[in-house]
Nanobody, 124 residues
Framework: QVQLVESGGGLVHAGGSLRLSCAVS????????MGWFRQAPGKERECVAA????????YYADSVKGRFTISRDNAKNTVYLQMNSLKPEDTAVYYC?????????????????WGQGTQVTVSS
């Protein structure tokens, strides 16, 4: 019943910026946590940033802290990931995820719904 649609990925040079958007449709009242994960070729999926829908609790991976910002617009049922000062190491497929209850923000198995993924490529 819940669908996540991502947009905003693309190709940028190092130092550039992108803003990813994740639109949530369906039974949005049941969503507690939202997260952004990324997966680079040959690597495990990792949590980049996450937010409780209330906005009270947030998480950022050390590798992106200070560069990425997660936010949400409850009225639009949308979560964003603003990515600044991008590095080639940020190149990956980025996935939006939603959880039906509050849990461990960084744990993939806590999330019930996933977007299709959007490619972010940062060139040197």
């Amino acid at each position: 019943q819940v669908q996540l649609v991502e947009s905003g990925g693309g190709l940028v040079h190092a130092g550039g910026s992108l803003r990813l958007s994740c639109a949530v449709s369906g039974r949005t009242f049941g969503i507690y946590d939202m997260g952004w994960f990324r997966q680079a070729p040959g690597k495990e999926r990792e949590c980049v940033a996450a937010i409780r829908w209330s906005g009270v609790n947030t998480y950022y991976a050390d590798s992106v802290k200070g560069r990425f910002t997660i936010s949400r617009d409850n009225a639009k049922n949308t979560v964003y990931l603003q990515m600044n000062s991008l590095k080639p190491e940020d190149t990956a497929v980025y996935y939006c995820a939603a959880a039906r209850r509050a849990g461990v923000l960084t744990a993939p198995n806590e999330y019930d719904f996933w977007g299709q993924g959007t490619q972010v490529t940062v060139s040197s």
